[in-house]
């Protein structure tokens, strides 16, 4: 598995949840579980994702700004959940944010995937795109079980 494989795995897991956050109601336990949900796997990816991927992209010039943005986006969606987490889960505010994480996180995993991961696919070599796999994965189920 290489490295853009590892991380789609990941975003097709944030993509269900946020989706499937979005069509709770109230203050249910299936609100709770999959927002708590969406927070770690988010959290965890994010860690792993700056270190594993956007970092060595950095070194280069053509992948130097798209991974600023992607690790700037990290930190909008942080603070996202951030204001979920001070939100009454029953009001209608939190649905109104939990929609605009929906759409950040979408927005972000598009992002990667139509124009961060063709220009990574051109600077990183295939030796790198296997091992930053292996050391994504690796740091990713540690930053899981953190949680």
Partial sequence: MNIFEALRTSHETQRQLADNLIKTSGASPDRDSLFKALKTELA???????RFFYVPLIAHDMTQEPSR??????H?????????EETDPS?????AV??????????HLNDEEQG??????KVLSEAEKLSLAREYEGEFVSQRLKD
Avoid at 44 to 50: G, I, K, N, T, Y
Avoid at 76 to 84: A, G, H, S
Wanted: proline content about 2%.
């Fill in 44 to 50: 965890a990816h994010a860690a792993a994702e700056e």
């Fill in 76 to 84: 909008e969606m942080d603070e996202l959940v951030e204001k979920l």
């Fill in 91 to 95: 009001s209608p505010a939190w649905i």
């Fill in 69 to 74: 943005h992607g690790i700037a986006e990290h």
């Fill in 116 to 121: 961060i991961f063709q220009l990574a696919g």
């Fill in 98 to 107: 939990a929609k605009e994480l929906h759409q950040k996180v979408h927005h």
